[in-house]
Every structure is written in C-alpha cells, then in structure tokens.
C-alpha cells in the first residue's frame, strides 16, 4: 500500500477553488508549497498528483512542476496534450502503481495536489486499499477573509469535534513533528500576506 500526503490551502468552510482557479494570490503560502513538495534526498524525486482540471489551472509557464515527478489523472485521449515528461493515468490504482515500481529517479514522497473530486476519492480509501492511503494532510488553513465566492471545496475530513485532541481519526501534529517531517523550519502561528490574508501552517496525520 502507498501512503499519500494531501497538501491543500482550504477556508474554514473548506473552499479550494473559484471558477477553476484558486481564489487568492499567495506568493508566501506558494513558495512554502513549492518547497514541501520539492524536498526530497539526493537523487530521488517527489511525485505530485494531480486531476487534469487542477493541471489546467496552473500556469502554463509553471507546469510542468519544475523537480518533481507530474502526474495527471485524466481520461482523455484525443485533443489533449499534456506535454514531455508528465505521466498521463485513467485512474489513481494505475497512477499508484507506477510509481511503486518507477526508479530512476527513486520516487520519495507522493503529494495529492488536487483537486476537489481527486481529494474526496482518496481521503475514502480506506486502510485496507491496495490502491492508497492518505495518512497525512498538509493543510494551509485560511483563516481571513472568507472566500465567500469559493465554489470547489475539499471535504471536511476532520468532521465534527468527536473530543480533543483526536478528529475522526485525525490528530494534529506538534510544530516540531511538522518541521522534522518537512524537513525545514515551518513559520508558527498565523500568517499574513502583503494583501492582509491570515492563514496558518498545519499537519495532520493518522494511523496507517
Ligand atoms: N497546497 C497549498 N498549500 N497551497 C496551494 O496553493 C496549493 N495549490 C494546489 C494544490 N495544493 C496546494 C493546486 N494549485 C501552482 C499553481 C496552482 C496550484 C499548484 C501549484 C504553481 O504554479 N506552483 C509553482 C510555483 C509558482 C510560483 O512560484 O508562483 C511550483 O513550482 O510549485
């Protein structure tokens, strides 16, 4: 089984997306993503998946994302160009797949970049799934303004508070867990861009 690790910024109502783009302009919160899902030990290379509404939304100059393995889960065939070195898959068991049995460059970690159906279709697998299990979220978490014209959302995986500190299963991780597991310093606390949007670093992680 692959362990996957979801890495999204989402409001508080859980909005990902407006009309197929992100709702905010957040070059701190993108250079920390860039970075996440860049770091990897000498001569391996991190895998970001991804479904082909998310890779049309970034942009063209930034894709494909530059030292790290691409792959878009899409089942177009005709009309559609992906370009060089991206990885076209049906479906996330093929997807999955591949990358358990790719060397050269070892794959390290495997990042769910998105969007909206990929993340509820993985955050159901269950533990047992030969395909997947997400066992982690990176979740950027907008604390301010609302994003009220949010209209792709990712689910609500921590649910209602079932009693502290455990979330259906979800337990948030300490700033020095998240720091030791991304491999860099994380900024603590809430976070605010030039443009006056809060926001705050968080890890979540649950039992494989
Ligand atoms: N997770 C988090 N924490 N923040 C995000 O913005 C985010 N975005 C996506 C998935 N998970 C996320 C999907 N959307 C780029 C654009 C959109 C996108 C993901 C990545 C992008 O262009 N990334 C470039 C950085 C470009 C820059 O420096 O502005 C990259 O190299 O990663």
Sequence with gaps: MSRLTLIVAATRTNGIGENGKLPWHLPKEMSYFQRVTCNAPPGQQNAVVMGRNTWESIPEKY????????????????????????????DLASAMEKLRNQTEPAVNR????????????????????PIAFVDRVLLTRIIAPS??????????????????????????????????WVGFEVPEGVQEEENGVQYEFQLWVRDA
Aim: glycine letters at 8%; one cysteine or more; hydrophobic letters at 35%.
């Design 63 to 90: 894709r494909p994302l530059k030292d790290r393995l691409n792959v878009v889960i899409s089942r177009r065939r005709e009309n559609y160009h992906f370009g060089e070195s991206v990885q076209v898959h049906r």
């Design 110 to 129: 495997t990042f769910l970049i998105g969007g909206a159906m990929l993340y509820s279709a993985c955050l159901q697998l269950p533990k047992t799934s």
């Design 147 to 180: 994003f009220d014209r949010c209209n792709a959302f990712m689910p609500d995986f921590l649910g209602e508070w079932i009693g502290a500190p455990d979330f259906n299963g979800w337990k948030q991780a300490s700033p020095e867990e998240m720091n030791e």
